[in-house]
């Protein structure tokens, strides 16, 4: 809690105590008194918790802040996932995506706008996905997003249609929980690289863009407005990308093979 508001609740507490030091001394006032400064008394200290929990919603703890933006890249360990054989929306479409994305986690990390910062992608044994799943299950990889060694958000991929290796088209969500945290610069230049790994095209690159520039202007937006009504500035960041191509991904995935397969 902050300093001004153990000041508050040490006023209110006085505030009491004078309150009974009066009622004890024999002074008398009309009921009508006693019943507003009652209320009023209740009021304030309704509104000073309230405030104060505002406070603490509002911006982490210094420790916290310190742990995360001045701490150590995660030394990351994937989940090594396993998709069940049968099931709701199991399909060849889906094993071949799953089989595909076997390396995206080692790859994404290993990607250099990523490799020589702070972020880092953890994958969990998760298969049955959060965001991505709507009326009913639906299964994909899921990766645990970490800013040093804090874990701030989560990335989940799927097939998209009749996804092939031929014809690799994904479906992709990307959100990050307060990106307040950190710069603009380096949320975009996070989100933009793993856009680059799932697109397979100049334009479809150029059009994940526009994508996360208008997630990241929404955003802003809603932690704007929220601020104003609710008194909570949370800034969420959530970008959605479809029906895109892999096949960056997927090159990049066939290079590494061919390297191991060379030293081994």
């Known amino acids: 809690m ?3 508001n153990w000041k508050r609740i040490l006023v209110w507490v006085l505030i009491i105590l004078i309150g009974f030091a009066i009622s004890f001394s024999g002074i008398q006032f009309p009921p009508w008194v006693s019943s507003v ?3 009023a008394l209740g009021a304030w200290i309704a509104l000073t918790f309230w405030q104060s929990g505002i406070e603490q919603l509002d911006k982490p703890s210094k420790e916290y802040r310190e742990k995360l933006l001045r701490g150590k890249p995660l030394e990351v360990k994937h989940a090594i996932p396993r998709l069940q054989q ?3 929306g199991i399909d060849d479409s889906l094993r ?8 995206f986690g080692v790859i994404a990390n290993d ?10 992608l953890q994958e969990s044994e998760n298969t049955e996905l959060d965001t991505l799943s709507y009326d009913s299950p639906h299964y994909g990889r899921q990766y645990h997003i970490f800013y040093n060694a804090e874990r701030v958000g989560l990335l989940e991929i799927t ?3 009749k996804y092939t290796f031929a014809n690799p088209r994904i479906t992709a969500k990307i959100g990050i929980g307060d990106a307040r945290l950190f710069t603009f610069h380096e949320v975009r230049g996070f989100l933009t690289s793993i856009a680059a790994l799932v697109s ?4 479809e690159y150029e059009e994940s863009q526009r994508k996360i520039d208008m997630a990241l202007l929404q955003a802003h937006w809603d932690a704007a407005r929220g601020e104003l009504i609710g008194g909570s500035s949370d800034l969420e960041v959530e970008v959605y990308l479809t029906d ?3 096949a960056h991904y997927l090159e990049m995935r066939e290079q590494r093979r061919q390297k191991s397969s060379t030293t081994a």
Not at 114 to 120: D, T, V
Not at 200 to 203: A, L, S, V
């Open 200 to 203: 397979g095209t100049k334009e």
């Open 244 to 246: 895109t191509s892999a």
């Open 2 to 4: 902050r300093m001004k």
């Open 86 to 88: 049968d099931g709701w």
């Open 111 to 120: 990607w250099g706008p990523i490799k020589e910062g702070p972020w880092r």
């Open 159 to 161: 097939d998209y249609l």
């Open 37 to 39: 400064a009652a209320g």
């Open 96 to 103: 071949q995506f799953f089989h595909d994305f076997d390396w």
